[in-house]
């Protein structure tokens, strides 16, 4: 090996080190590991769980105009929707690799593959007419009104997209 080859490569392992102790990473560091490829993105920014039972969502007359309430979406990991005469909560975790959802463009959306669904949780095409990735229904989450007439969801009660029109899967709204 040639010591011009010899100094370059110490160059190189020096310039690792260093990024690595700058970002005080581990060995997983892809600066530790001298490489500058992408994380892989199913792994970086996985949603933490949170508690599941029965929350109070808010006084009944509280959700007076129909559309999304994106309040429960971080602590709760759900979304409240009146719609229709009807107040019902589906879950804010993607169908396709369980990203954290969001509302946006009149739509549930996903920011991690642009999935898109509506305010019922069902798939939608994304503005260039592609379903998907998530191609399967939002659950929705046990929901009725108790003798406060205030609405407690039931996150450990999940409802499949296809009996959202059963009972317990949502309540009236006069
Ligand atoms: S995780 Fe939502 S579309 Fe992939």
């Known amino acids: 090996m040639s010591e011009e080859l010899k100094t370059e490569l110490n160059r190189r392992n020096f310039l690792a080190a260093a990024a690595a102790l700058t970002c005080g990473c581990a060995l997983s560091c892809p600066f530790a590991m001298g490489k500058d490829e992408e994380m892989d ?7 933490p769980p949170v508690k599941t039972g029965p929350v109070d969502v808010g006084a009944l007359a509280d959700f007076s105009k129909d559309g999304p309430s994106e309040k429960w979406i971080k602590d709760q990991h759900m979304i409240v929707v009146r719609d229709g005469g009807k107040l019902y909560a589906i879950t804010a975790i993607c169908t396709h690799k369980q990203a954290l959802l969001k509302i946006k463009d009149n739509q549930v959306y996903c920011s991690k593959h642009s999935s898109r669904f509506n305010y019922s949780g069902q798939p939608v095409p994304k503005p260039n007419g592609k379903l998907g990735p998530a191609k399967k229904p939002l659950t929705y989450f046990t929901i009725s009104v108790d003798d406060k007439k205030h609405v407690i969801v039931d996150t450990s009660k999940p409802i499949d ?14």
């Open 161 to 174: 997209a296809a009996k959202a029109g059963d009972a317990g899967a949502f309540v009236k709204i006069a």
């Open 41 to 47: 993105d199913d792994d970086d920014d996985a949603v």
